[in-house]
């Protein structure tokens, strides 16, 4: 079983702030005022694709709107097309603008949603009427408890919450918390609730071991999602793997060599408070919710995903209006590295069990990619080739369902650098080989707003992709028995 420590001492900056904080009274204050916002509308956005013709054109879009929040247009997701295009989020008022100065710059663009709050209500909608659906067949066919034993109570309940709340929905973060619950209580010699710490918010970061074996010194896959809140397909497809791997437990015997050769760590949702502001207020909320003050204006959250402690803002040396440093921007990297409790508690428990975590996988969205490090350099890793390898090996596993393409590469080769990332630091601090950073679906017709009926169709060709990185894991004999290195 893994170590979960609130302090490891190998680095300085790390026993500078390796304890995380409890919510302050301010913060709890945030929160409860939050639950009264109205939630944000969309009406008239649109999703608009930019075809910048090079490199060069795509790296000065970026930057010229990049030094302000407040033009209405903003990059709707990270740069993922080897072709250099681009997808931006504009609003209704700045539509005709950014138009006119994508045709001064001779730029050929295509609108993706027309009208985003539609899609939103949509999701909203498809997700409420599934649920319905789940629990009025669930009460027609509840078993009577009472004529069960307590092992097959727990269970039914268990199968009876997930079927209702979890599998092919969008839940939210109590409801993903309490089913994890549920399988921990319901199979106690396969599953346990572990917390890392807690969120700006004071909520607890859990996830879930999973193991057949009681043997305590096996080596460990570590996955997360969520990191970014609006990429709702990560944390259901994270419930997807967690469910497999239970429900296979017994008979199917590939899931059976997994969980008795290796610790399987799942965190659904890596920034609860993000992923319920998400839910409650603005569906495209990306960021954590810590309060930071910027030049007498209160902003809120930082890119979780840009907060580690690994070339941190290393591309802001010499550009002090890049994007990591505008506070109120989607992309703000934090006033330093971890300064966030969720990065430094994901950074302390896999830092103190570095030794037995052989593979670290984020999961994310979208555009279909095997990001692999580094992200802060077009340089690769010097085992670059292992790790293309098992992404090549994993994308034709997961094609081969459904025929869903993915791309292989790093940051930089697909378009440019983005620095403090949790995949770059599981390799370059902690140094775990493997470190990986999937984008699911899709390639930008819904974007974030997948619609709930490809929760399983992802779900499962992201199984699939995860199954044949571990059987290639496996093949690397270093981390065993130190040859071949």
């Known amino acids: 079983m893994l170590v979960c420590r609130s302090c490891v001492h190998l680095s300085a900056v790390l026993l500078l702030t390796c304890c995380w904080s409890e919510p302050t009274s301010s913060s709890q204050a945030i929160r409860e005022s939050e639950e009264d916002l109205e939630p944000v509308d969309y009406s008239g956005y649109q999703v608009i694709r930019v075809h910048p013709g090079t490199r060069q054109e795509s790296l000065s879009l970026i930057r010229y709107y990049s030094e302000t929040t407040d033009a209405g247009v903003t990059l709707w997701t990270e740069p993922g097309k080897l072709d250099h295009s681009l997808d931006f989020l504009v609003s209704k008022k700045a539509r005709r603008a950014f138009q ?62 997930y079927n209702s709340k979890i599998a092919n929905q969008y839940a939210n973060y109590t409801e993903i918390s309490n089913w994890l619950k549920l399988v921990a209580r319901a199979y106690p010699d396969t599953s346990k609730i572990f917390e890392i710490g807690r969120s700006y918010y004071g909520q607890p970061l859990t996830g879930i071991r999973i193991t057949n074996s009681r043997n305590r010194r096996k080596p460990a896959v570590f996955i997360d999602a969520g990191i970014h809140a609006r990429e709702w397909i990560a944390h259901a497809t994270a419930n997807y793997i967690i469910n497999a791997l239970i429900t296979g437990r017994h008979d199917d015997l590939v899931i059976r060599g997994l969980l008795e050769e290796f610790e399987w760590y799942i965190m659904p949702s890596i920034n609860p408070d993000g992923y319920d502001y998400s839910h409650t207020t603005d569906r ?202």
């Open 284 to 485: 495209l909320w990306r960021k954590t919710r810590s309060r930071v003050q910027s030049h007498r204006r209160t902003c809120f959250g930082v890119d979780a995903n840009r907060n580690f402690d690994f070339h941190w803002q290393s591309e802001c040396e010499f550009n002090p209006r890049c994007r990591g440093r505008l506070a109120c921007g989607d992309v703000f990297s934090g006033s330093r590295p971890l300064s966030e409790p969720e990065t430094i508690a994901l950074t302390n428990f896999i830092l103190a069990n570095r030794n037995r975590i052989k593979m670290y996988l984020s999961l994310h969205s979208y555009s279909q990619l095997f990001l692999l490090p580094w992200g802060y350099t077009t340089e690769h890793s010097s085992d670059y080739d292992d790790l293309k390898n098992m992404s090549e090996k994993a994308a034709t596993a997961l094609t081969r369902l459904y025929d869903t393409n993915y791309s292989i590469g790093t940051p930089g080769e697909i378009l440019y650098q983005a620095t403090g990332g949790s995949f770059d630091w599981a390799k370059g601090v902690a140094g775990i080989k493997y470190s990986i950073t999937m984008e699911l679906r899709d390639t930008g017709s819904y974007g974030f707003l997948l619609p709930a009926q490809q929760i399983e169709p992802t779900g499962k060709e992201t199984w699939a992709a995860v199954k044949e990185m571990v059987k290639e894991l496996k093949k690397d004999t270093c981390w065993m028995t130190r040859t071949n290195c």
């Open 100 to 161: 006119l100065l994508l045709s001064r710059r001779r730029l050929s663009f295509e609108v993706l949603i027309n009208d985003l709050q539609r899609l939103v209500d949509e999701q909203r909608e498809e997700s409420y009427k599934c649920r319905r659906r789940e629990e009025e067949r669930i009460a027609r066919n509840r078993p009577r408890f009472s004529q069960s034993r307590p092992g097959d109570r727990a269970e039914s309940i268990e199968r009876d919450f």
